[in-house]
């Protein structure tokens, strides 16, 4: 196959670029500053349409990952930039596909686990999830990233043509090892003690382990009856409180210190992220992808965070 990955620079493009060239496919990577290591990078900017247009003619796939991170303080300006960069390269990626002779068969588009509402009491799958942009107990704050992901995922459908297959992704936090990636903070953060449980922790976290990320993105490729949302999480999301736990325990660290909420508030600030990114119950399950027979390498915690560990050390 040949597979284009506009915004395929980051985290998650290039581990999908490393799965796919080590299986012999050609991989083409979208990027603003033209910089891959695994793929072959073009120059594009997001934006207008350039010659790199012309790779998507005859590709079999494309895997639309582009977008500011989420991982930033939400001012009015980063919720902006957030918004434009997903909506502008959505559309222009639409506009590249129709001038194709032969457009992709396949559209992959990235999109969020957060698009579900925050909730305790039941998994969203995507067939029963439940999609409210603010529910009586969430801060008026937090229905942007709802909104967000729905806006997205209306460009992405707006703008594939009708003889492409389009496969919205919506993933759950990726469990990676790597200087950027969340699990360096939270095993960072387990090591100096304060892996404890924030604001009570009974807040959901839905997770996958990156080697079924990429499995799992494979998976999608390889079956075209998966067609619109595709909930990319593992099947056994769990509790913060019990998330630390288990990772606590499988870096043998016997002690995590509790933090409240307003803890939480100055430490977001601290390090430039959004409190919301924790505070939030997601609480979602991969209903299409087990209907569809996927099997996971690391369906629970234990085993992901397990092998994360030890990988870590290893390192
Ligand atoms: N990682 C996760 O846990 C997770 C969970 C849910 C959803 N997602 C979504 O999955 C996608 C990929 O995630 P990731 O972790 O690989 O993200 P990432 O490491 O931040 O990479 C995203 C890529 O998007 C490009 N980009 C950034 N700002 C842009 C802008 N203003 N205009 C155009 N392109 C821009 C960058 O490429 P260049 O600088 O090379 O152009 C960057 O490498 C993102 O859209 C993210 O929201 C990720």
Redesign the pocket.
């Known amino acids: 196959m040949k597979v284009v990955i506009p ?1 395929g ?5 290039q581990a999908i670029a490393r799965s796919l060239t080590a299986s012999g496919h050609e991989v083409v990577i979208l ?3 033209a ?1 891959a290591a695994s793929g072959r990078a073009v120059h594009w900017n ?1 934006r207008t349409l350039g010659d790199w247009a012309c790779e998507l003619d005859e590709a079999d796939a494309v895997v639309v ?6 991982n930033c303080q939400h001012t009015p300006a980063a919720r902006d ?1 957030m918004r434009r ?2 909506l502008e ?1 959505v559309a222009v990626v639409g506009k590249a596909m129709a001038a194709c002779s032969r457009p992709p068969h396949t559209w992959l588009q ?1 999109s ?2 957060t698009v579900y509402s925050h909730r305790y009491d039941a998994p969203n799958d995507e067939e029963h999830g439940q999609i409210i942009a603010r529910s009586p107990d969430t801060p008026e704050h937090w229905r942007h990233s709802v909104e967000l992901v729905q806006d997205w995922e209306r460009a992405a459908q707006t703008a594939c043509p009708p003889e492409t297959r389009l496969s919205l992704l919506r ?4 469990m990676a090892l790597g200087p950027d990636e ?1 699990f360096n903070l939270l095993y960072t953060l387990a090591r100096r003690g304060l892996g404890g449980s924030i604001a009570g922790g009974r807040q959901m976290m839905s997770w996958i382990h990156e080697v079924d990320f990429v499995r799992a993105v494979e998976f999608v490729l390889e079956h075209p009856e998966l067609v619109g949302p595709v909930n990319l999480a593992s099947p056994h999301p769990v509790s913060q409180r019990e998330f630390m736990r288990v990772l606590r325990q499988s870096a043998g660290i016997p002690i995590g210190l509790p933090a409240t909420a307003w803890m939480l508030e100055l430490g977001a600030r601290v390090l430039k992220t959004e409190s919301e990114l924790i505070l939030k119950s997601r609480f979602v399950v991969p209903g299409r992808l087990a209907s569809a027979g996927f099997e996971f390498e690391f369906a629970t915690w234990e085993a992901a965070a397990r092998d994360l560990c030890a990988r870590w050390r290893r390192q």
């Open positions: 915004g620079s980051g985290s998650l493009g990027s603003r500053g910089r997001g990952l582009a977008g500011k991170s989420v930039e960069s997903r390269s990235a969020s686990a993933i759950a936090m990726v969340t």
